[in-house]
């Protein structure tokens, strides 16, 4: 489902709305002038619990990989006992192939505060960290100033939201993260935040009951509440207006979503569409991606993040929606980031390659993840080398399927990820494989 006029990046300029090279920063002054803060202006002329209810007529599903119902997850808060409540806005992006909450920060960064603000007022929230990955050094510097404007304005501070339009205030602050993969893991962001090791935490008690420093608390992704300012402004049925229903008797996929598509595109890039879109689509199609880089055929792509698994060439017209994991046997829809791959692509190459990042990654908590990641990515390179047997890619099958937390046997889903790329490669190109242990390679070479 393609949109006749952007939502999320209604001030940025992206295709095929507006030249990219065009794009600026927009300030706290620019943003009011455009709309900007009316919408916390209305949420607070609400009552908490209305606000959310309307996110949870919206059916808005999280955007940062998992696509839980939003208003839902702000449901489980417990009662106000007088102690504080937390808000933790996940911009870790560390998900290979993913890129699509930088935009909104470099760009944007007052559309996610008005965000925030609102979320805060809703669930009676007083403190909000925005914790970012290290990496982003760049757009650190940027959040940090649009909250210095955030606070300048009245929108945070102790006179209350909107400069004293209510007495609720409303702490925010910025969290750099040092460069770990796993923080990206809502519990492994909280023991970020607390100062301590970003290990993953046995859940219940999960972070609405018991989060940062013991206290309830909110994990909600930067696109996700991105969103929520025109949620509110807008209604619910104008959000379910766009987007489709399920298929398979699974909550809906409501909205629009930003992909970052990179690859072999020759058109790579940010873009915003409805929920549904096919892939092929997204891809082909001019005024977006412009086809597969070189006029060379489609072969395979990722279609939210490594970790979510791969579509082969009878998958190309999958539609980006939340039910593109039990429809093509992948993880999900993930952060909805496709990296493309075109006829040349060494999908052996690529499992290995993704096999080294978790093996990386993994944080070492859990035994079947650190030894399991381990075994996959060494036999992954002496079948990528020509040193396999026939027996060893069975065994690499049987490692990955028994690595992660679907099976029990870990506390987060990194392991799940690594069991879900590879798995899903080798099912899909095992013949690939087949060949490199022959002694050839069964793809096409660059110059073929």
């Known amino acids: 489902m393609f949109l006749t006029e952007p939502v999320l990046t209604k001030r940025i300029p992206t295709w095929p709305w507006g030249d990219p090279a065009e794009r600026t920063l927009i300030s706290v002054d620019q943003y009011r002038r455009t709309g900007g803060y009316e919408a916390l202006r209305k949420a607070i002329s609400m009552e908490p619990t209305d606000v959310i209810q309307c996110v949870k007529d919206s059916q808005l599903r999280g955007r940062g990989g998992a696509g839980f119902p939003c208003g839902v997850k702000w449901g489980f808060l417990p009662k106000i006992d007088g102690g504080r409540r937390y808000l933790a806005i996940n911009c870790d992006e560390a998900e290979p192939g993913t890129f699509k909450d930088r935009l909104l920060v470099d760009y944007d960064p007052h559309q996610i505060i008005e965000g925030i603000a609102i979320a805060c007022w809703a669930c009676r929230l007083d403190t ?64 970020a935040v607390e100062g301590k090791r970003g290990w993953p935490r046995l859940k219940p008690p999960f972070p609405a009951i018991e989060g940062l420093f013991g206290r309830p608390t909110i994990v909600n992704n930067v696109e996700t509440l991105a969103a929520v300012p025109h949620i509110v402004e807008r209604g619910a049925d104008w959000w379910t207006s766009i987007g489709v229903e399920s298929t398979i008797g699974q909550p809906a996929s409501f909205g629009t979503k930003l992909v970052g598509v990179s690859g072999h595109v020759n058109r790579p890039g940010v873009y915003e569409i409805g929920l549904g879109a096919p892939l092929n689509e997204l891809i082909e199609r001019e005024d977006y991606c412009q086809g597969i880089k070189s006029g060379r055929a489609y072969k395979a792509s990722i279609p939210g993040g490594v970790s979510m698994g791969v579509l082969d060439q009878n998958e190309f017209g999958a539609e980006l929606d939340f039910d593109i994991g039990r429809k093509n046997g992948i993880m999900g829809l993930g952060t909805a980031c496709p990296t493309m791959f075109d006829e040349g692509t060494d999908m052996v190459m690529v499992a290995r390659n993704i096999a080294r990042f978790f093996k990386n990654e993994s944080c070492g908590q859990c035994t079947p993840c650190r030894e399991g990641s381990q075994w996959v990515y060494k036999l992954l390179v002496k079948i990528e080398q020509g040193e396999a047997k026939p027996a060893d890619l069975d065994l690499l099958v049987e490692v990955a399927g028994s690595m992660g937390s679907m099976q029990g046997t870990t506390i987060c889903g990194l392991a799940d990820g690594t069991n879900w790329a590879v798995s899903t490669i080798v099912k899909k190109f095992r013949s690939e494989f087949e060949a490199r242990i022959r002694g050839t390679t069964g793809v096409l070479t660059a110059t073929s």
Do not use: N, S, W
């Open 128 to 191: 909000a960290y925005f914790f970012i990955r290290g990496e982003y050094r760049h757009q650190a510097k940027v959040m940090k100033q649009a909250i210095r404007e955030a606070y300048e304005a009245g929108i945070f501070g102790p006179q209350g939201l909107l400069g004293g339009a209510t007495d609720f205030a409303v702490e925010c602050h910025l969290h750099r993260g040092a460069g770990a993969y796993i923080c990206g893991e809502e519990t492994a962001l909280l023991e």
